[in-house]
């Protein structure tokens, strides 16, 4: 019922977080996209976890986070997708919940609680303890995208993870998955969830926890460019879209694009 897709590029820690994750989430399917990796590092990560995955591989140089997750899609099988980073491991059961509410009313579901493992979100004597970040869209059509772009807990110690989604097949292709254009890092998950509250009657819950390991921009895909940049470029793209009416993603033209293509391979 469920397929999990991991995007990755040269990261080895993915050797870590695969053998924990699977362990977590037997009998469902795993995904490892390599959008512009080594293929004889990933080959060798597989092996080493030892655990059955498909290994989808695109021919290109660059990481695209959005790319590689329509990609994934294309060759995944389950009802249910979740959307996973190669530095993030679960804790505790909350994906069969998560799956049971896909199920029975149509929803997504985000991350609730990412919590660092340097711990670097604790601020126990910070006069602000909390602070979230929303954005609202009003369309031609009536409808409202009120969006929560990030949420930080400073006393506990976390943070939100929009990037980390639960959500069924059906919307996904619904408002045409990713948006393959945007490049570096930053919005294309936002892009994705807002597109997704276009859908009559979709709600948004959040759940769950995991750590990611933390690490600096250096570990990032940031196209050359700063962080704050590559953010800022992306979202303006997705609000020129918006505002021109253009409310899907690329997921056809990726699957046009790039059939015959991808190299597909199943390890371990």
Known sequence: MLSVIVPWKDRP???QTLAWNTARLPGVQWILVNSG???DSLRRIVQSVGTSVTVVTLPISQFNKALALNAGVSQSKGEQLFFLDTDVTIAGRFVDHAVRRLQKERCYITIARVRETD?????????VVRHRSLLEFSLQNGKRIRLETSAHDLQAGHRSGPGLVLLR?????????????LSGWGWEDNDLLARLQTLDGMARYRMGTVHHHSHGDDKRWLDGQSRSVSEARNYGSCLARYM??????SLREDRMRWKGRLHVESMG
């Open 119 to 127: 711990g670097s979100l604790i601020r126990p004597q910070s006069h």
């Open 13 to 15: 820690e993915l050797e």
């Open 169 to 181: 097949r059906a919307d996904f292709e619904a408002v045409q998955g990713m948006s393959s254009e």
């Open 37 to 39: 990796g080594d293929a």
């Open 244 to 249: 021109a009416g253009d409310l899907t993603g």
